[in-house]
Every structure is written in structure tokens, then in C-alpha cells.
DNA sequence: AATTACTTTTAAAATTATTTTAAAAACTTT
DNA sequence: AAAGTTTTTAAAATAATTTTAAAAGTAATT
């Protein structure tokens, strides 16, 4: 059965097996996403009668996929029976990369991680070292698990960059010239699938998954970090353009001036909105003068500032520091109120890092949309900064995964 | 078979009765949209065998639904019989209206008009008279047609301004206040199904099933005419966000300047780009000193400059024209870059009564892409100028009609 | 504590739909 | 004219789903 799914050899067989496959995933689908769920619940959401949900689960138990967890809530009458997944049934080896940190760890179908979250240095770039460190870190975490290879459905790659998450190729880090695709070359080493994507979409899919956007139709995810990385969730799917390149927020040129952005253009919205720059800010500022309790926290070093020390110096009541998010935040608005205006999504979800700023963004953004802002448009739209932790990357990297084999491919 | 399918009183049935009723709608949506289609053809679309399609197909021919249209293309063996939509068996009335005019004809269900496409002044407000003369226009229509009203599937109405397809309102135009919404007042009027769309949104379906998009999974179509409307075709299906006011290009945040946008804000896109600029720019650049051909064509009433005329003027050679529109390509190619960097589109179609400038827009257009777009992006996306005429706008809104019934419901 | 009413679950029968099989029909190519 | 293709249909076989009815389990009521 796992063989089965994993290798989706649903090729010349006839269309009624086809449908029946697709309600086996959609069962499994469904008991991953909701926990628990009894017979009648999920006749009603697969549009089957108890006797087809029956033989279907019965043959899941069989095959150790499903199983009994005891029974659930009822307002008078017999308590019905929840299923859920056997937690062991498979696993999911999630990967959450960033320009110098790796994350890893292996997921059961409880989203739970059963090895430790390794963390460890990894400056991203094109080189063959990088790829070959990645592989020995993949090979160790799957050693130290003592998981059986054949149980691993597959690995979810989370990464910076212009990913192309159909060719399995980042343009922009871990790409060696012509041979196979990233994807590939991952993919022969572990004989497992491997599925790419952006790191701001993979955040989406956590937020949609869960996190505040949890079923939200239209929702826009923007990681503050290095950079500004938009994830889109549009229609209730994860939306990557036609090139996987979508939601390239930070290089949308609205700015006037003359700084030379990392992409080589002139006038992005990255060069006055990113991490970098508010470092940047703060250094300028207070070789020029200003007072900051941050001076304190580099002993006078300014070489050593870095964004989420201004975030945290807020937070501890730092007036210049308040400041310079507030600018940042204004600028930013202004840029989520062209989001706003094309998208008109129901939620915005601040993530990454940098949202740890919480109310010294939020404030100036909203600030920026009553003034650039149509009122209609604003009134549909809640700005809300994220609840999920530091983790939520490799979160969406499991979810990612198992959407692709249990729900829609996209490779 | 008609009543059931306009009334959609698919309620409480079994699930194969809701199975079957959706293969039903597939093989009249395939045969909709391909014209004639085979046996064999339906199968392979809709993943049933030919005896399946074939019973399909007897039921349609016995309700006068489908018939069969000769015999097609065989290489070598007997010729599939051809199926195609009984051109009769349901009409659709359309609607296209813009800020000065509004058009309307019937079709068929081989999308020919089969009234004469009828043109008529109304100027777009609140009044309820304007309503009264579109109802009575309605009516007139219906009438000489001589069609039974219980023959037309649906109204559809493709108008300007902030639509709410869902609740059947437009907030711009046509809104009495707190009473029923628009498109219930139509409804109780007539009996039928109405749906109404913002018009750059059906310009988007239109090219999306007729035109240069025809099943471009991911397609930007921009309506430049009063304003500059933005109709989305995202992962196949249009996109209208969360409360129907996705795509307001017109209004994104962009400009520096002073001057106050229609909408009451500073620094819209459509202060600096629409067909008004266009005529103004001409009339205040002769009025300068510039020498250019317009003048002749108004007999120096420079107040008698439209944009059309501008367009018109490039087209035959006037320098000054050539350089007005070369001016708002450029800017709005900077607006298409931030559409290109957060859609990522395969295709964008540029249509509306402006589109006619060709290259002399297209080519600023490219001009503002080199210097703002990430060439990754770039190299990805084409654009296109619409060879849709100018009943473009009928034809979207006789599809939006045909898909709310036939294949995926709004309301 | 027993009864009633209600919900969930299962098993068997009945129904219905789909596929398979095989043959016939229609056509092209050799 | 014969051989080979493709399409189409009809009948038989198979498989799936629903219906029906009964059983099992639980809460509320008497």
C-alpha cells in the first residue's frame, strides 16, 4: 500500500480504480488533517454512504494505516467510533533552510517530530561542498532515527530562493550548472521523493494548514527576514505562478532611490524594508548621534547590530529603536497596500523573524493603509501577525510533502 | 432536464445521482466549449468508458440537448460520430455596460448572438432610473427575440466598478442603498439566474476561453479604457479575492505626485495612466505649443480630444501622439512589473479600447520591464496585445453565465 | 431500574453502474 | 478484394453502492 501511494503507479488502471484511490486519500487526507474523525463524519465530507466508509477503513486497518481511537461525543444515541492515522504508518523527513542556519528533523503522521530539530551552520550558496554537507547532515538525521528507508515518504526542502518547485530546481542557491535538477540529484542519493518549495510559500502552507490562516481561502503570508518573501494562498491553494516565481514582494520596484538592491535592480521594496536595512538604520543613526539602549547590548561595537536586537530593544522600551521600525513598518504598508489592492485577500499574516516587532509594525502598517488604502478594500482585510513558533518552516515542509502525495502533485 | 438544471435542486439526492449529474454537466460543458467532440473524445476527458459515454449521450440526444453533427477525422478505420450542444436548447442573455454605454444581445449555445447586438446610451450612477431603463431595455430585448423566457438559462452583466459577485452588488454603480442587492432586483424581474462581474474580470474570462489566453493556466488581462482594469486567471480559474475587489490595479499606490485620484487618495497608478491622462496630456501639451496632428482633428477644439484619437493619431504617424503613449506605457510598465514580480503571470493581454496603441505601447511597456524586472520574471512572461473585437466584453459575460451554471457555482 | 428514544454500526439483499468481452460496422490502406 | 484500423453497440460479467433492516450502544425520562 505505502509502496503503492509513494510510487503513485495509478497508470492503466481502469477508472473506477482510480476513484477509489483518490477516496482512500482523501480518507487518509482527511484523518491527517482533523486528528480523528468517525464514519459518519467522513461520509459527509467524501460524499459516501457508512457501508463504503466502512469497507474503505476496514481495509486501511488492515493494512496498518488506520486505527481505532476510541470512541467520540454524542448528544444522546451511540457514541460513534474516531479513526485515525496509526502514527507510525509513515514518516516525513522535513528540512527548513535559510542563508547561513539548517533545520531538520523527521515527522510521523501526527506532525510530531520524532528525532530532535537539528540545527546546524549552512551559508547557502552554489557550491558542490554545501550540497554535500546537506547530504551527509539528510543521511545522519535518518541513521540516528533507525527508520527504516521504505517508511520515509518523502523529504520536504524549504529554501530561499527563486525555487521552481516543478523542475525541482532553485535558481538561485545549491544550482550546478546543467546537470539534474536539485530535486534529482537529492532524490537518487535517498530513493525517496523530494519536494522543493520557496521558503515564504512553505510558510503559507503552515499558516493555511495551521496557523492563523487555517482554511482561509485568501490569505497572504509575508516573511520579514533577510529579505521580504510574500507566500500566497489564493483560491485555497498555494499559488506559484507559472515559473514558480510569484509573491517576489521584495524586489516590486515602488521606491525612489538611487540604492542598488542585492538583485541589481534600482527602487525595491527591499532596499528600505528588509532585516538588512534596519541594522542598517540603526547603525547610521547612532554613529550620527542618536541614543539607543542598543549601544549597551554591543558593548559599543555597532559592527554587531542585527535587526532582531532592534526588535528586541523595542520590545524593552528603546525609543530610537520603536522609531526605526516604525519607518520601516510605514514603508512596508505602503507596499501591502498594493497586495491589498490586487489581491483583496481576507488575511495577511506577518511572519518570519523581524515579527516578533508585533505592534511597532503593525501600527505604522495600518498607519500606511489608511492613507494608501481604498476604505472598501481595507475593511475586508485583517492584518494579524503570526501565532506559529520558530518551527513553523519545517511544519509546512511536512504538510507540503504529504499534500503532494496525498492530494495534488505538482511534479 | 432545463428546470432541473437551472434550479439546481440537487439536494437531497444520493451521491451517484450528484455523481452522475456532474458528468452530465461535463459532457455539456466539454461539448460547450469544444464545439463537437467524439465519443472516445468525452471518455478520455471525463475518464469513463464508451458505453458510459454512450448513455450519457442517448439521454441528451432524448432531451433534446445534444445532436449529433456528422462524422469526423479517421486515420485509417471507421469515423467517430460527432456530438455537439443543440444550438437551441438554452440562451443566454448578455450584458456589457461601460461608464457612457451598454450593450446587450442573446446567444445561443454555440455562442452566436442571435438578436442583433443592441447599443444604447446610459450613463452609470446610482439613480433608480437608470435601473428602470435597463430593465425596460431587458425586456424589449427578450421581446423581439420572441425566445421563451423559460429557454434563457441566465442573465449575465459585466459592469465597471467595485462587484461583489456573490452578494449580486455593485458598490459603484447601480447601489439603492440597503435594500435588495442588484442582482436579486434583476432576478425577481425576470425569473432567471443573474450573475454580474466586474468587467475587466469578464475581459479576463473571455480571453480565457475565447481569446490569446484560451486555457493559459495563469493569465493577467488589463482593460485599459476610463481606468485600467486588471482581470485575474489564476491556476485556471479566475480570482477575485475576498470580496470580489481583487485586480484594482487602477488604484495601487505608485506615483508621486500631488495630483488627488478619482478615488480620493494620492498617487494612483490611474492618475498618471488611464485614457483621461491620455486625452489630457494631449490637450495641455497643444495647448503648450506642441504641434501635432489632433488639432486638425478636432478643428482646434482641443476639448473634443479623446484617447481614442490620440491612438488614432499614433496609428496614422503624429509624433506627439506617438510620444503621449510612449509616456504612459512607460509608467504603466513600471505598474506591470509589480504585476509581473507578485503574479508571475505566463501571459499578459493587454485589451480595452486603449489596446489598440499595439506597439506603441508594448514597446515602452518592454522598455519599463528591462530596467525594472527581474529577468528571470521577465523571460518568463509574455504580453500580448487581445484580437478579441469589441464584443469581447458579450462573449466573457455568456461565459461567466454558462460556468456559474454548468461548472462551478459563486453563489 | 426500566423504558424510551435516538445514534451509530453492521450485515445482507437489492439495485445500479461500470467494465469487459465480443462482435459488428465503417472506413482506409495495401 | 483483403487486411488492418478505429469506432460503436449489445450483452454478459463484474463490481460498487445503496437500501433495508436489524443490532448495538448510549442518554434522558419515567
Redesign the pocket.
Known amino acids: 500500500m505505502l509502496d503503492r501511494l509513494r510510487n503513485e503507479a495509478i497508470n492503466n488502471n ?4 482510480i ?2 484511490a483518490i ?1 482512500v486519500k482523501h480518507t487518509i487526507t482527511r484523518l491527517y488533517y482533523e486528528q480523528t474523525l ?3 463524519d467522513l461520509g459527509r465530507q467524501l460524499f ?5 466508509v ?2 474503505i477503513l476496514n481495509s486501511l486497518i488492515k493494512e496498518g494505516i488506520v486505527e481505532m481511537k476510541g ?1 467520540g461525543y ?8 474516531l479513526y485515525g492515522l496509526v502514527p507510525d504508518f509513515g514518516y516525513i523527513l522535513s528540512i527548513d533552510m535559510d542563508q547561513y542556519y539548517t533545520k531538520m528533523a523527521i515527522f510521523n503522521m501526527h506532525n510530531i517530530n520524532v528525532t530532535p530539530i537539528k540545527t546546524f551552520h549552512l551559508r547557502l550558496n552554489n557550491e558542490r561542498s554545501t550540497f554535500d554537507i546537506l547530504v551527509s547532515e539528510i543521511h545522519s538525521l535518518i541513521e540516528i532515527s533507525t527508520i527504516d528507508t521504505s517508511k520515509i515518504l518523502g523529504i520536504g526542502l524549504s529554501m530561499p530562493g527563486f525555487v521552481n518547485t516543478q523542475l525541482g530546481v532553485n535558481f538561485t542557491f545549491l544550482n550546478f550548472g546543467n546537470e539534474k535538477p536539485f530535486r534529482t540529484l537529492i532524490e537518487e542519493e535517498f530513493g525517496m521523493p523530494v519536494f522543493i518549495e520557496n521558503d515564504a510559500s512553505v510558510l503559507a502552507i503552515a499558516e493555511n494548514k495551521f496557523g492563523l490562516a487555517k482554511g482561509v481561502k485568501n490569505a497572504l503570508v509575508l516573511k520579514m527576514s533577510w529579505g521580504v518573501g510574500l507566500g500566497l494562498i489564493l483560491n485555497g491553494h498555494l499559488y506559484r505562478g507559472h515559473a514558480g516565481l510569484a509573491g517576489e514582494f521584495s524586489h516590486i520596484p515602488i521606491v525612489d532611490s538611487e540604492i542598488i538592491c542585492s538583485c541589481g535592480k534600482q527602487g525595491c521594496l527591499e532596499t528600505e524594508t528588509s532585516a538588512l536595512v534596519v541594522a542598517k538604520l540603526a547603525k547610521e543613526g547612532i554613529r550620527n548621534g542618536k541614543i539607543s539602549s542598543l549601544q549597551g547590548m554591543v558593548n559599543d561595537d555597532l559592527d554587531k547590530i542585527e535587526a532582531e536586537m532592534v526588535v528586541k530593544a523595542a520590545n524593552m522600551g528603546d525609543q530610537y529603536s520603536v522609531q526605526i521600525l516604525s519607518i520601516i513598518g510605514y514603508k512596508l504598508g505602503k507596499g501591502i497596500a498594493i497586495l491589498m489592492h490586487l489581491f483583496n485577500p481576507e488575511l495577511i499574516v506577518l511572519g518570519g523573524n523581524m515579527a516578533k516587532a508585533n505592534q511597532f509594525l503593525t501600527i505604522p502598517i495600518q498607519q500606511a493603509l489608511n492613507k494608501y488604502c481604498i476604505p472598501l478594500i481595507q475593511e475586508n482585510t485583517r492584518i494579524v501577525v503570526s501565532k506559529l513558533d520558530e518551527n513553523g518552516g519545517l511544519l509546512g515542509a511536512v504538510a507540503m510533502v504529504f499534500d503532494n502525495i496525498f492530494v495534488e502533485k505538482v511534479k
Open positions: 481502469s477508472n473506477v480504480k476513484k477509489q477516496a468517525s464514519n459518519l459516501m454512504t457508512p457501508p463504503s466502512t469497507s470512541r454524542s448528544n444522546g444515541g451511540r457514541k460513534p467510533m
